[in-house]
């Protein structure tokens, strides 16, 4: 490795490209959340629709029973669904978490529109802040700024974040699945947006 070079060893390698327009901020700021939505929707096909599939299938008994269910027998039947899933252990770990907190919501009563959505929603927040955003404080250096300036420019990126959250949240829930997922472009919303958009088409897209 060159003198000089500084490596972010605990941030996800999946999330390299939007990590590093963070850092080299060149883009506009929608361009640089249009990347961290790219990014996560690699992780979310890389852990793949097993973990949708438990998501979901504890979504539509919390709908079908309108939250009504015994909380104890919900989370056994959770845990014994999730051991007999062969898919990857992240993601269905993941996707677990947000069940048994959903389940626990439905026992205090906690109001609940859509079911599945507010399950998609819930995972793929999970995914961004536990492989991308808290990541950041677990490291000292970061190429090219500060630790204390990339959760700056993280922070100001939410918001378009979030936009992205909904609409990859709205397309789970619809499709139960991650296969097909599409980003929906802010920094060029009339140009089509395709399932197999790419980090790097970005990249020439905003090069043309």
């Keep these: 490795m060159p003198d000089g070079d500084v490596v972010h060893i605990k941030m ?7 990590y590093e327009a963070i850092c080299e901020n060149e883009l ?25 599939s438990l998501l979901m299938g504890n979504a539509n008994t919390l709908h079908a029973s309108q939250g009504s269910v015994d909380p104890l027998e919900r989370i ?16 269905i770990a993941i996707a677990l978490d947000v069940s048994k ?10 109001s609940i529109q859509d079911w599945r959505y507010e399950s998609a929603y819930r995972y793929t927040s999970r995914i961004l802040r536990s492989e991308f955003i808290e990541h950041d404080p677990l490291v000292d250096v970061h190429k090219k700024v500060s630790p204390s300036e990339f959760r700056f420019r993280v922070n100001e990126l939410m918001s378009l974040i979030e936009h992205h959250l909904k609409s990859f949240s ?6 139960s699945s991650v296969q097909r997922l599409s980003v929906e472009r802010l920094s060029d919303p ?16 905003l090069g043309e």
Excluded at 12 to 18: D, E, I, K, P
Excluded at 170 to 175: G, L, M, S, T, V
Excluded at 190 to 205: C, G, H, P, R
């Design 101 to 110: 907190t959903l389940v626990l919501d439905a026992m205090d009563n906690i």
């Design 12 to 18: 996800g390698s999946l999330f390299t490209t939007s």
């Design 28 to 52: 506009t700021a929608e361009e640089k959340a249009d990347l961290v939505a790219i990014d996560l929707k690699k992780v979310l096909k890389l852990f793949g629709n097993k973990p949708v």
């Design 190 to 205: 009339e140009v089509n947006t395709y399932a197999d958009f790419s980090s790097d088409a970005l990249i020439k897209s």
């Design 76 to 91: 056994h039947t959770l845990d014994d669904r999730a051991r007999m899933l062969r898919g990857h252990r992240r993601g």
């Design 170 to 175: 709205k397309q789970i829930a619809r499709q």
